[in-house]
């Protein structure tokens, strides 16, 4: 079976995460805080700082610094995962406007040199034809530098349907499986860690031949969205059983690798891994 731990921080290849579901996993997980958390997580969304976040969740820069042994504060990555130290005060304040799970998500990127339709569509996992339509191009062959485009890319209403429709096919509790993909990546797929793990599910490599080969019988291409959340699915599914059903330790096994787990015992990062899918997933549950 493969190890499947990842490294928390990832590539700026996750692009630019849209603002409403930025505000999103912002409201989430600051709910979560508010609930009496020790800590808890947040993947960093574009246009946000230490400071920001630190005032949103009513802590200090210095605080999430500390807690993440950053060795830059003025640099943070998109897609990167903080843990989130609360002082037991008073609650984190939600942001101003929060967009429903089904908001349309719409990017904009700055086409640069070498660039054409084909490989900036790409890197957003969309068709060159819907960012056509969507800039009204009326030649596809051609784009100029500076060109500020419009990217139309996947609702987070079409990642959340997926996850609970493979839930369902591999009789995983979709409310865990939400949360498990929520504390992973933020349901991104454009994010890519730096030791490769892909997608909303952040599938590694190894772990998608296996489950394409052992487990789903067929090719596995984890850059395709749905793809990825079956493979995610079903691979967490496989866990489970290995587990005995014990939910704690397939969530543990999910990041830091089910035999490690067993030989070594949860890390203390592992540990509060498990406990921020535990509370998401009762987020997601009401």
């Keep these: 079976m493969p190890e499947t731990h990842r490294p928390r921080r990832h590539s700026a290849l996750a692009g630019a995460q849209t603002r409403s579901q930025g505000a999103v996993v912002l409201a989430v997980v600051a709910s979560l805080a508010a609930a009496g958390l020790a800590d808890v997580g947040h993947v960093v969304a574009p246009g946000e700082t230490l400071s920001s976040i630190a005032t949103a969740f009513a802590t200090t820069p210095q605080a999430i610094v500390r807690a993440n042994h950053l060795a830059n504060p003025d640099l943070i990555v998109i897609g990167t995962h903080l843990q989130i130290p609360q002082s037991g005060g008073s609650a984190p304040r939600p942001p101003p406007e929060t967009p429903g799970m089904s908001a349309p998500a719409l990017v904009t990127y700055t086409v640069r040199p070498g ?92 772990t998608g031949r296996f489950t394409g080969r052992v487990l789903l019988q067929r090719s596995v291409d984890t850059a395709k969205l749905e793809h990825n959340i079956e493979a995610g699915v079903a691979f967490f599914a496989y866990l489970l059983r290995q587990a005995g059903g014990d939910e704690k330790l397939a969530v543990a096994g999910y990041y830091q690798g089910l035999r490690s787990v067993r030989k070594k015992g949860m890390t203390a990062e592992t540990k509060r891994y498990v406990a921020n899918v535990l509370a998401l997933r009762q987020r997601f549950a009401s």
């Excluded at 485009?149 to 997926?162: C, D, G, R």
């Design 115 to 206: 660039d054409n339709l084909t490989t900036i569509a790409g890197r957003f996992n969309v068709g060159p034809t819907a960012v056509t339509a969507a800039n009204r191009i009326e030649d596809p062959d051609f784009v100029r530098i500076g060109q500020v485009l419009t990217i139309p890319v996947v609702p987070p209403a079409t990642v959340e349907s997926l996850l609970v429709k493979f839930s369902q096919a591999y009789k995983v509790d979709p409310a865990l499986v939400e949360a498990l993909a929520w504390q992973e990546s933020g349901w991104q797929q454009r994010v890519v860690s730096e030791l490769g793990a892909v997608g909303v599910m952040q599938i590694m490599p190894g």
